[in-house]
């Protein structure tokens, strides 16, 4: 069964090609994935790794947590579903559904 894992610290200018080259250390890497912002068109610096077994991820991350890749210590770990992490604070919308601030306040047209 493949396992996800959680890559982050990554330098800008790492590749997926390097993190698959890298992660074959431990293992089969089955796929690789550096996550994009879409304004920008650069790197997030973090990104997921899936391995072919739980044994090559768990050796994966003993292996590679904290080490050295393209001159930035990187973290890696288990990745947890989208569902299971807490919502962090944020832009919240107001009652009415939509993302006005507020108004001018009282006194308006007074020239």
């Given at each position: ?7 982050g610290?990554?330098s800008?200018e790492?590749?997926e ?5 890298v992660f074959?250390q431990?293992?089969t890497?089955?796929s690789?994935v550096?996550?994009?912002d879409?304004?920008?068109?650069r790197s997030?610096?973090f990104?997921?790794?899936e ?5 090559e ?5 003993e292996?590679?947590?904290g080490?050295?890749i393209d001159?930035?210590n990187v ?5 947890r579903?989208l ?12 009652p009415?559904g939509d ?10 047209n007074n020239?």
């Amino acid at each position: 069964m493949m396992k996800k894992l959680f890559v982050g610290g990554l330098s800008y200018e790492t590749t997926e090609e390097t993190l698959k080259e890298v992660f074959s250390q431990a293992g089969t890497v089955e796929s690789a994935v550096i996550i994009i912002d879409k304004v920008s068109g650069r790197s997030k610096g973090f990104g997921f790794v899936e391995m072919s077994s739980e044994e090559e991820a768990e050796k994966a991350v003993e292996m590679l947590n904290g080490k050295e890749i393209d001159g930035k210590n990187v973290t890696v770990n288990e990745a947890r579903p989208l569902e299971s992490r807490p919502r962090e604070g944020g832009f919240r919308r107001n009652p009415r559904g939509d993302s006005r601030r507020g108004g001018f306040g009282g006194r308006r047209n007074n020239w």
